[in-house]
């Protein structure tokens, strides 16, 4: 089983910085995609960055220039970098990867259990 344990979340003023943490463990055998997806009261989760195995990221809109996703294969974890947040931003966090596994069904696409980001004005 592959599981993924965020961390970073918290309360910070607008205008400030905050770095989230995703790190995977279980039976990886390699990641193809690892992602960031948001999702505010009263919204649908939304994506928020991708990043690709081969490097190609893609961000939202409302995030980019401002927030950075990046990898450290090694300890097969995926960050977000967030600077110049917003009030908007605000919302419990969640981060995803697929891939495959060492062990049968090959293939994998699991979540993280969220961490909740709270920007006050």
């Known amino acids: 089983q592959v599981r993924l344990v965020e961390s970073g979340g918290g309360l910070v003023q607008a205008g400030g910085s905050l770095r989230l943490s995703c790190l995977a463990s279980g039976t990886i055998f390699r990641i193809h995609d690892m992602a960031w997806y948001r999702q505010a009261p009263g919204k649908q989760r939304s994506l928020v960055a991708t990043?690709?195995?081969?490097?190609?990221?893609q961000y939202a809109d409302s995030v980019k220039g401002r927030f950075t996703i990046s990898r450290d294969g090694a300890e097969n974890a995926v960050y977000l970098q967030m600077t110049g947040l917003k009030p908007e931003d605000t919302a419990v966090y969640y981060c995803?990867?697929?891939?495959?596994?060492?062990?049968?069904?090959?293939?994998?696409?699991?979540w993280g259990q969220g961490t909740l980001v709270t920007v006050s004005s």
């Open positions: 990043l690709s195995s081969s490097g190609y990221t």
């Open positions: 995803n990867m697929n891939g495959e596994k060492t062990v049968l069904p090959r293939n994998f696409d699991v």
